[in-house]
């Protein structure tokens, strides 16, 4: 199982930007497509965005797409979510995960990245 360790979680004021970082255990992750979900307070875990890792068209949730961008650096092994003119509705703990394209089930998880935004 590949092992993700995420980072850049931070407070920030509203309109403002921050980019996570997700880095994987493996150099290995042509076969996989890349996700990231947040979950706040109270809130199921909701899904964010996701791309293929060898690249192709991103997805994104409606309540982010135009505002938040999904992308990857092949030789850091590392995924990134960018997230710019954050709201205070962003506020969540975002999650890193990895999935064997073609499959179901979301298989790898990072440990969560607090992101809070204030009004």
């Known amino acids: 199982q590949v092992q993700l360790v995420e980072s850049g979680g931070d407070v920030v004021q509203a309109g403002g930007s921050l980019r996570l970082s997700c880095v994987a255990s493996t150099r290995t992750l042509s076969m996989f497509v890349m996700g990231w979900f947040r979950q706040a307070p109270g809130k199921d875990r909701e899904f964010v965005a996701a791309r293929y890792w060898g690249g192709g068209d991103s997805v994104y949730a409606d309540s982010v797409k135009g505002r938040f961008t999904i992308s990857r650096d092949n030789y850091k092994n590392t995924m990134y979510l960018q997230m710019n003119n954050l709201k205070p509705e962003d506020t969540a703990v975002y999650y890193c995960?990895?999935?064997?394209?073609?499959?179901?089930?979301?298989?790898?998880w990072g440990q969560g990245t607090q992101v809070t935004v204030s009004s």
């Open positions: 995960a990895l999935k064997v394209r073609g499959s179901v089930d979301w298989t790898s």
